[in-house]
């Protein structure tokens, strides 16, 4: 069934309500997770048929434990992900997002997107100022090496996994596995820009895997509202301030085209 390229009545109007609130914002946070690439046709994590945990098991293949027992396999789950992400484009959503910042920072305010996604698809559609939580698909760092090794290798496909760098040693791809540490710089930022901000906006992300999962409470600890965007209920969804029910390629453009309107009249 085709998508709806429009919110729906009830939607629009909860949207139109929010804008005020969104365009008076100084400070805003956007917190987003595997949904809002979707629409550009990369698979969820989650999301029954599709979803990428539907196939493979991701404590296996998204962990140093399964990456040391079989490194070959986790590369070659990650090459064919390389490749789903090489042939998609950025959707409406993404440029929405990219759009807002411009936004914001021309008009002297701050704009922090922060992301769980590895794919890449924020700074392909222009965004500047991503906080990459989980790091980024597209880098790799010597699997015995340090965080300050990493480097962007844009081979695509691989000529063999695991990947070898010019001494011979295995790469690993630059990303944060399960039960691994996330960069604590970007662990700062992001907690720091959740504590600043006057709204978070919560976007395609399920809200379980930690410490992602925990920036919308901190937001609200701190006093923001904080706006769900997300097809489905999440863990999160009780806690919003409110739930904007539909796809973030359909909401996002929407949403930014009310604020701006908004911010213009005042
Ligand atoms: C850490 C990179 C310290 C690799 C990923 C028990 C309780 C709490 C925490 C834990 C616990 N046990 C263990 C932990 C910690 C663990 C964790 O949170 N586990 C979870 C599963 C319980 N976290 C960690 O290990 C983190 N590190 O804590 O370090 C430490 C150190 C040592 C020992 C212990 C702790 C590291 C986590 C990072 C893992 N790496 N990715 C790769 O991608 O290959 S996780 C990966 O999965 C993503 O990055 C993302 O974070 C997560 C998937 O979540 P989502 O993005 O939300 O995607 P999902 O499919 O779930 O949901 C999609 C949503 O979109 C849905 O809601 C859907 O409705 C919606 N949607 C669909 N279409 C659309 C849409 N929305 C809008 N528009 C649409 N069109």
């Not at 720091?192 to 409470?217: F, N």
Request: net charge negative.
């Amino acid at each position: 069934m085709a998508q709806p390229s429009q919110p729906d009545p009830q939607l629009l109007e909860q949207i139109e309500r929010l804008a005020p609130q969104l365009a008076a914002a100084q400070n805003i946070a956007i917190s987003t997770g595997a949904g809002v690439s979707a629409e550009s046709g990369v698979p969820t994590f989650r999301d029954a048929q599709t979803g990428l945990w539907a196939k493979y098991d991701p404590v296996m293949l998204a962990s140093i434990d399964g990456f040391r027992r079989d490194p070959a396999t986790v590369w070659k789950w990650y090459d064919e992900r390389r490749q789903t992400i090489r042939a998609v484009e950025p959707n409406a959503g993404h440029y929405a997002l990219a759009q807002w910042e411009q936004a914001w920072r021309d008009a002297g305010r701050t704009f922090q997107l922060i992301t769980q996604n590895i794919d890449d698809l924020h700074g392909r559609a222009g965004s500047s100022d991503i906080i990459e939580l989980h790091g980024n698909i597209w880098w790799v760092r010597p699997l015995h090496g340090t965080l300050l090794e990493a480097r962007r290798l844009d081979d695509c496909p691989l000529a063999q996994h695991p990947p070898l760098d010019e001494q011979g040693r295995v790469l690993r791809p630059h990303v944060v596995w399960f039960n691994e540490q996330l960069d604590p710089l970007n662990i700062e930022a992001a907690f720091d820009a959740a504590s600043a901000c006057d709204v978070m906006l919560v976007v395609g992300t399920s809200s379980v895997v930690y410490p992602a999962a925990a920036l919308p409470l901190y937001a609200l600890r701190h006093g923001a509202a904080v706006i769900e965007v997300n097809p489905q209920p999440t863990e999160f969804s009780p806690l919003a301030s409110a739930c904007l029910r539909g796809a973030s390629g359909i909401v996002l453009p929407v949403l930014l085209e009310q604020v701006l309107e908004q911010s213009l009249r005042s």
